[in-house]
């Protein structure tokens, strides 16, 4: 029969140190809730003794009604020479309200001697008498062993001696702390592995830190030495580099043959929803989902070398080492000039495009276009205006005849001196043009705010596209003041985003080829969906705004 591990979280507690990351206490409910849908076994909630916002939170986290996972106060053992009864944080802890307690103790003898200033015989006593206080009192008690395995190497009489007086007082697990991440995956298979066979009625658990990338790592090693308690933070935040990613943790506990066919997991939790737990989370976080995290990132399953794209077409597991929708991912496949005939294949499959017409034609497009910095690596939205452009019978739904930037300095003579930046777009739709003024105080809104102005005349729509994020890269800063630009740019429409780019030693040239890609495929994407469609406006929506003073419109083609 399979071994059961259970999981415990331990986000809101020690990823919360993480540096970066803020959790209000409605961020922490919010938390609690998604690791409970989860199934998650242990939510170790906060510190209730160290501040007042852990503490409304376990008054709070009382009335979510959890129904998977067990509540964890987290907090450390009697102060030296103090009486439990007397110690105010075991009161702090006790009155948190939550089935489990976890105490975290000294099992490093120079720590109890340099740090905690106290002898190693009454360390032994407060690790006794906290236990015994929570246990008496109907609390499951989890003992954290900080510096488990440092203290083991320097003394592991000491480390017994410790582990002895926590059983004694009825301790139901002892969790090894890698607190300095420093240990490598064989010494803490071995370490383990004797104080299991010392110990084997002893449940253990295992809490990693990254500090040497190998917090996984050694929390798997510790599964196979005996360990059935995994500690760990989603997406891997924590103090330093993070603690161990539960994440990709459990990826490989859930897929990996070596895993799953020895252990199990509670079967609230399922693979399919890791990727949405490490987003979920990692919004709540407000910090963005490393692109490269394992299992769950956005280039977990990309793939970019012509070779590699050719061969996952053929056969996924030749680059995959597992199907990406086992994790609820799914595979991304870039087009740059590394690509071959399948990545342009597949990511205009995926868009619903055919290509096979002028396949040719559109990779030589492609090819050309990188040689001179414009990546269609992360720009869907150029990539498929690309395709499109390449279609026969293409024709632009509009037509930018010409467009003219000033920046004016005003008050220069004053402190509060500021920009005008105004931008005049003329274009013309069939037959029709026209021509838009508009202002701003930088020069790439006043161009978006003329542009977006102009073609609303002839499409309505476009007011309902918004520009989500603009970046600019540097492809030649040894050029500096004459640097080749590269705009990136975001537009969104709902719950779509698409991507566009432009590139030039102009950087509102480069803004202008971006913008103007993402607005004619916003119209074709939206005239055949519930929106008016271009040819529709022509007879009926160049109505003219007499009351904007910016606007000079002419339909004769003529301005
Ligand atoms: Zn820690």
């Not at 985003?497 to 004619?520: E, F, H, P």
Request: hydrophobic share 35%; charged share 20%.
């Amino acid at each position: 029969m399979n071994k059961k591990l259970f999981l415990y979280d331990t986000t809101l507690r020690d990823g919360a140190q993480y540096k970066g990351i803020s959790f209000s206490l409605q961020d922490k409910l919010k938390i609690t809730k998604l690791l409970d849908d989860f199934g998650m076994d242990y939510i170790e909630g906060g510190w209730p003794g160290s501040n007042p916002k852990d503490e409304a939170y376990f008054k709070h986290a009382q009335y979510l009604g959890l129904k998977h996972s067990k509540l964890v106060a987290f907090g450390a053992t009697r102060k030296p020479n103090t009486a439990t009864g007397k110690d105010p944080q075991l009161a702090s802890l006790l009155n948190a309200q939550t089935p489990v307690v976890a105490l975290v103790s000294k099992f490093w003898q120079y720590h109890v001697k340099t740090v905690l200033r106290t002898e190693t015989s009454e360390n032994l006593k407060m690790i006794y008498d906290s236990v015994d206080f929570f246990k008496s009192r109907g609390r499951e008690v989890i003992l954290d062993a900080e510096h488990f395995f440092d203290g083991f190497k320097d003394n592991s009489d000491y480390s017994f001696q410790c582990l002895k007086a926590a059983i004694k007082a009825g301790v139901d697990n002892v969790t090894l702390c890698d607190t300095n991440g420093g240990t490598m995956p064989d010494e803490i298979a071995t370490i383990v592995a004797q104080v299991k066979s010392k110990y084997p009625q002893l449940s253990l658990g295992i809490h990693c830190h990254n500090d040497c990338e190998l917090a996984v790592a050694n929390s798997l090693a510790s599964v196979n030495a005996g360990v059935t308690l995994l500690q760990g933070t989603v997406n891997g935040y924590g103090e330093r580099c993070g603690n161990a990613n539960l994440i990709s943790l459990l990826g490989s506990l859930l897929l990996k043959p070596s895993f799953n066919q020895n252990f199990s997991l509670n079967p609230k939790i399922q693979a399919s929803q890791l990727t949405t737990l490490s987003q979920k989370v990692a919004n709540v976080a407000n910090m963005p989902l490393k692109n490269d995290a394992a299992y769950v990132g956005n280039h977990a399953f990309s793939h970019k070398g012509g070779i590699h794209v050719a061969a996952i077409a053929k056969a996924s597991q030749t680059y995959e080492h597992i199907d990406p929708a086992l994790v609820g991912n799914q595979r991304d496949i870039s087009i740059s000039e590394l690509s071959g005939k399948s990545n342009v294949l597949l990511q205009a499959e995926k868009l619903g495009l055919d290509v096979s017409q002028n396949f040719s034609q559109v990779l030589s497009s492609i090819k050309s276009l990188e040689q001179n910095g414009l990546t269609l690596e992360n720009a869907e939205g150029s990539f498929e205006m690309l395709v499109r452009k390449h279609e026969e019978g293409f024709a632009p739904l509009f037509t930018v005849e010409n467009i003219q930037i000033t920046v004016t300095n005003l008050k220069r003579s004053s402190e509060l001196d500021t920009e005008l930046c105004t931008a005049s777009v003329k274009l013309s739709v069939k037959n029709k043009t026209t021509h838009m003024v508009e202002e701003a105080t930088g020069p790439v809104d006043a161009l978006n705010r003329a542009l977006k102005k102009a073609l609303s005349n002839f499409f309505p729509q476009v007011e309902q596209m918004l520009l989500t994020d603009y970046k600019v890269s540097i492809l030649d800063p040894e050029n500096a003041s004459a640097a080749t630009t590269r705009v990136w740019l975001q537009s969104g429409y709902g719950d779509e985003r698409w991507a566009t780019i432009g590139c030039s030693d102009n950087i509102l040239k480069a803004s202008t080829q971006a913008l103007i890609d993402s607005y004619q495929l916003f119209l074709i994407k939206f005239q055949n969906n519930g929106m008016t469609s271009a040819s529709d406006t022509d007879s009926q929506h160049i109505n003219l705004d007499t009351n904007n003073s910016h606007q000079e419109v002419q339909n004769n083609g003529n301005l």
